[in-house]
């Protein structure tokens, strides 16, 4: 039963990694291999506030999201941008523009984390005082920051999720990433969209990032593993797809605590990268990926 | 205009060789060898992905994973059944040629963020399963393993390396020049249309990624047997990114982009490092603003330099 609680918990986190991941793949039709960096500055802002300034930690998680938009629509305007700008010169090359310049960003920041703040890492405090215990229903003990940083992660999830659906910023996020020139047609700017998607998901993933920050800690390569297993979560879900993502972030928490308890802790990442590969040659699409329309 | 082009390129490359092995003679320290040798290893590796990525446009985000599988299989066999080291190297070549075919075989049907994202995961497999197989290749520790020439100095290697080096341009330069090359650039520009004029896509892109694992194969078998230590961090993203952005900074989809892309860069990153700053982050950068704004690389400006003049 712990084991469960433990992976739904882990599986929010997830969650909120791969929506904005799955966000973009939706808008920008490009995998955003910087994703687990915008996790990794989330988390550094979170310490950095937090243990420098000595505010609140719930006031710190606001300079988080706001940063972490600001990173995103720096990046989209400066590296982004010719992806869809200049859509019709590149053609076939613009795949290999995606792969390679969110690759570099990568690498950049991590480097520059380690640069400035070294190869230490940095724990923040947490929400609550790390020490202190809540019982659930006398079956399991967890820290009460871990209950806090769960519930505000789910809450963030909902009201994303909500927007993202049913609110008419959401359908025309949905109507871009359905058919770019399509919503274009239909008076969307979508160069505006993509930007705002972009910045949106930097900031979630910056939040997780902070959330997870007194469990993890702040260190130029904390961002690595969340990334490759948001990226898992974002093909067993279907490229794109909202819900999928979702869905797919609780399955992989719930399978992974269950495979390090029950098969081997070892090899317990090693499992995440065989069920991409085994999705990505049977079935590309995911669980509940659908084709995207053709103009 | 093509072959006018290709000739260039080998004319380049047979500059450059003649410069390179003039080296020896002007540089005698041994620490800068070692750092010429590892760039030999980086600009074969560099060739091998310029292959798959450049000339194929498959991007594989694998190459140094060959690199690392090339270096255990040759490890093992002569740490374990006492093989030469010439043998273990060869049989390196062998084994990546097959890991790379059943890659290539597995990857048919994916292509851009699908194939980059199938080829971490691969990545990633292979590194957890070297880590944590402790028995066998003793996971983080490394496999030490013997010298390729027992006495010889780092001016042996060098030229060991260069020779190598040399011999895989000359191969993929009739490679590219034939028949297979214009397939292999068709399928990168377009594959549908390429099907269409009876290109044998799905033969030529197997192909392509059998040549270009076993060209880094090669290049780690030989350099496991120059370190001596066979360690699974040759293995990492960043390796592999360190190779790519070698490729792209010297120029995709030329023949000696990078060739020079490696040799300049690793010992750039040499020196930067001696002023304490990180050589990936100014590395990193460069990859970053390559791409947005240098598309043609180093060598691509260079050939543009040159058509002014003449």
Redesign the interface.
């Known amino acids: 039963m712990d084991v469960l609680i433990t992976g739904i918990i882990m599986g929010t986190f997830y969650a909120l990694l791969a929506l904005g991941l799955s966000l973009i793949f939706g808008c920008l039709k490009v995998v955003n291999f910087a994703h687990g960096e915008f996790f990794m500055i989330g988390a550094y802002v979170y310490a950095l506030i937090a243990l420098k300034v000595g505010m609140n930690p719930f006031l710190v998680l606001i300079w988080v999201v706001a940063f972490g938009l600001i990173i995103g629509l720096i990046v989209e305007r400066l590296l982004m941008r010719p992806l869809y700008q200049k859509y019709t010169e590149w053609g076939a090359m613009r795949d290999e523009y995606a792969i390679i310049v969110t690759f570099g960003l990568s690498l950049f920041l991590i480097n520059l984390a380690n640069q400035i703040f070294g190869p230490y890492p940095i724990s923040g405090p947490g929400l609550m005082p790390m020490k202190e215990r809540v019982l659930l229903g006398n079956i399991l003990m967890m820290s009460s920051h871990r209950l806090i940083a769960f519930c505000v992660g789910a809450g963030v999830l909902i009201v994303a999720f909500v927007l993202v659906r049913y609110s008419p910023w959401g359908k025309i996020i949905q109507a871009v990433s359905q058919n770019r020139f399509g919503a274009s047609i239909a008076g969307i700017n979508s160069t505006k969209v993509s930007s705002i998607v972009f910045a949106l998901s930097s900031a979630l993933a910056g939040l997780a990032g902070a959330l997870l920050c007194p469990i993890f800690s702040a260190e130029p390569f904390v961002g690595a593993l969340p990334a490759v297993k948001s990226f898992v979560i974002v093909v067993l879900g279907g490229m794109g797809s909202v819900p999928g993502s979702i869905l797919g972030a609780y399955l992989l928490g719930v399978l992974e605590q269950f495979g390090a308890v029950y098969i081997s802790y070892t090899y317990r990442d090693t499992f995440g990268f065989v069920i991409l590969i085994l999705f990505l040659v049977f079935r590309p699409q995911g669980l509940f990926g659908e084709k995207a329309r053709e103009v | 205009m093509r072959m006018e082009k290709r000739k260039l390129d080998l004319l380049v490359s047979v500059v450059v060789f003649c410069l390179m092995a003039l080296v020896p003679v002007f540089v005698k320290s041994a620490y800068w060898l070692g750092v010429l040798v590892v760039a030999l290893y980086f600009s074969l590796a560099a060739m091998g992905w310029n292959l798959l990525?450049g000339f194929t446009?498959q991007?594989s985000?694998a190459p140094a994973t060959f690199c690392m599988i090339g270096m255990y299989t040759s490890a093992m066999l002569v740490h374990y059944l006492h093989w030469s080291p010439v043998a273990g190297i060869l049989m390196s070549i062998v084994a990546t040629a097959i890991v790379g075919l059943l890659l290539g075989w597995?990857c048919l049907?994916?292509?851009?963020?699908?194939l980059?994202?199938?080829t971490?995961?691969?990545a990633?497999?292979v590194r957890?399963?070297i880590r944590?197989s402790y028995d066998i290749t003793r996971g983080d520790l490394g496999l030490s393993v013997p010298k390729l020439f027992g006495g010889g100095g780092h001016v042996t290697y060098f030229y060991t390396f260069l020779g190598v080096v040399v011999l895989v341009q000359l191969l993929l330069y009739f490679l590219i020049r034939s028949r297979v090359g214009l397939y292999l650039q068709s399928i990168?520009?377009?594959d549908v249309a390429a099907s269409g004029r009876g290109v044998n896509v799905v033969g030529w892109k197997t192909l392509a990624f059998t040549l270009s694992s076993l060209i880094c194969g090669l290049s780690g078998g030989l350099y496991v047997h120059f370190i001596g230590l066979a360690s699974p961090e040759t293995g990492l993203?960043?390796q592999s990114?360190l190779i790519?952005?070698m490729a792209?900074i010297g120029g995709m989809g030329t023949l000696t982009g990078p060739l020079i892309g490696g040799l300049l860069l690793q010992p750039l990153s040499e020196l930067v490092r001696e002023f304490g700053?990180?050589h990936?982050?100014i590395?990193?950068?460069l990859?970053?603003l390559a791409?947005?704004f240098w598309?043609e690389g180093l060598y691509g400006s260079f050939r543009k330099v040159l058509a002014r003049v003449s």
């Open positions: 990525g446009g991007f985000i597995v049907r994916l292509r851009g963020p699908y980059a994202l199938t971490i995961g691969f990633e497999i957890g399963l944590f990168r520009d377009d993203i960043i990114g790519i952005g792209v700053v990180q990936m982050l590395f990193s950068l990859i970053i791409i947005r598309r």
